[in-house]
């Protein structure tokens, strides 16, 4: 199935000369005569290389035959991500350099989606938002209470997001994993 270049939105897989693409970034620019002209920011899904492309409004791609499966985060080392399998419990790897944007998102024991290609794991699809713990954070200035005000914060599992000022250590916070934005404190 062919796909045409303005159904690459975020998120969507495609294949370029064999090999296959997610689509990180996405614009459009329309020019005279109803042309247009796409430009995708895409990830290599075997080798995890981030490439800039633009396409012309008319161009076709190669669809790619994606299935999910539901895995479990077990660790990671320097080289590799490990996951298990929660049907088979067998267990498989993946490249660091493929995730090196979605590991700081996980912990040990998480569920997320593997993304098969001809049934072979080639990268992870995470939940929208995740629940991580703040371990550094500065206290606030007493009186510099706005919420306008946001300060770094570092949270369990490495990563440093912009919270509020209010955030303290030990508070859990929801994170976009699209953007790493703060998205709320965790109700107890």
Same mark, same amino acid.
């Given at each position: ?7 690459? #939105? ?9 090999? /296959?693409? *997610? =689509? ?8 005279? +005569?109803? $042309?247009? &002209?796409?430009?995708? @920011? ?10 800039? #492309? ?5 161009? *076709?791609?190669?669809?790619? %035959?994606?299935? !999910?499966?539901?895995? *479990? ?17 067998? *267990? ?12 700081? !998102?996980?912990?040990? $024991? ?8 001809? $049934? +072979?794991?080639?990268? &992870?699809?995470? /939940?929208?938002?995740? !629940? ?8 606030? =200035? @007493? ?5 306008? &005000?946001?300060? /770094? ?5 490495? &990563?440093?997001? #912009?919270? /509020?000022?209010?955030?303290?250590? $030990? %508070? ?9 934005? !703060? +998205?709320? @404190?965790?109700?107890?």
């Amino acid at each position: 199935m062919a796909l045409g270049v303005t159904d690459l #939105r975020k998120g969507a897989v495609f294949s370029l000369d064999g090999t /296959p693409y *997610q =689509v990180l970034e996405y614009s459009q620019k329309v020019v005279g +005569r109803g $042309g247009s &002209i796409v430009s995708v @920011r895409t990830k290599s899904l075997l080798d995890g290389k981030v490439l800039d #492309r633009t396409f012309k409004g008319n161009e *076709q791609l190669d669809s790619v %035959d994606l299935s !999910y499966k539901n895995v *479990q985060y077990l660790y990671k080392d320097d080289e590799k991500f490990y996951f298990m399998d929660n049907d088979s419990f067998e *267990q498989f790897d993946l490249p660091a350099d493929t995730l090196v944007d979605l590991g700081g !998102y996980m912990k040990e $024991g998480d569920s997320v989606k593997a993304m098969l290609l001809d $049934g +072979r794991a080639v990268s &992870i699809e995470l /939940p929208k938002n995740v !629940y991580l713990e703040v371990v550094y954070t500065e206290d606030v =200035v @007493r009186g510099d209470t706005t919420s306008s &005000i946001t300060k /770094p914060a570092k949270l369990e599992t490495g &990563i440093e997001v #912009r919270v /509020p000022a209010f955030i303290k250590v $030990g %508070d859990v916070i929801s994170v976009s994993t699209e953007d790493g934005s !703060y +998205r709320e @404190r965790k109700k107890d």
